[in-house]
Nanobody
Framework: QVQLAESGGGLVQAGESRRLSCAASERTLSKWAVAWFRQAPGKDRTFVAAINSNGGDTYYSDSSDSMKGRFTISRDNAKNTVYLQMNSLRPEDTAVYYC?????????????????WGQGTQVTVSS
């Protein structure tokens, strides 16, 4: 059973940057697409970004300009790690951020579309 572990969360001030990391217990992460989702208090878990196995294709949330241009997903397969760089953070970015790996056949943007999940890392943005 593959285990994913997110790190890099914490308390930040509005306008600051943070980089989240997603590491896997096995080298197979480099063979899979990986996504980031987030879940704000009292809300559903929603798609943030995804990247294919070789890093050549990236996908971002369609949610207007909520995250566009501020978040960047990348990966370093040599380190078996996927990153989410978050810039110009806003209080509304406060959420638990989860990474997910291996497509399950569902929609890219759907929670059900991914087989493996980490436990999440809390990001809190203060104003």
């Amino acid at each position: 059973q593959v285990q994913l572990a997110e790190s890099g969360g914490g308390l930040v001030q509005a306008g600051e940057s943070r980089r989240l990391s997603c590491a896997a217990s096995e080298r197979t992460l480099s063979k899979w697409a990986v996504a980031w989702f987030r879940q704000a208090p009292g809300k559903d878990r929603t798609f943030v970004a995804a990247i294919n196995s070789n890093g050549g294709d990236t996908y971002y949330s369609d949610s207007s300009d909520s995250m566009k241009g501020r978040f960047t997903i990348s990966r370093d397969n040599a380190k078996n790690t996927v990153y989410l760089q978050m810039n110009s953070l806003r209080p509304e970015d406060t959420a638990v951020y989860y990474c997910a790996a291996e497509r399950a056949g569902g929609g890219l943007y759907d929670v059900g579309g991914w087989n493996y999940w980490g436990q999440g890392t809390q990001v809190t943005v203060s104003s």
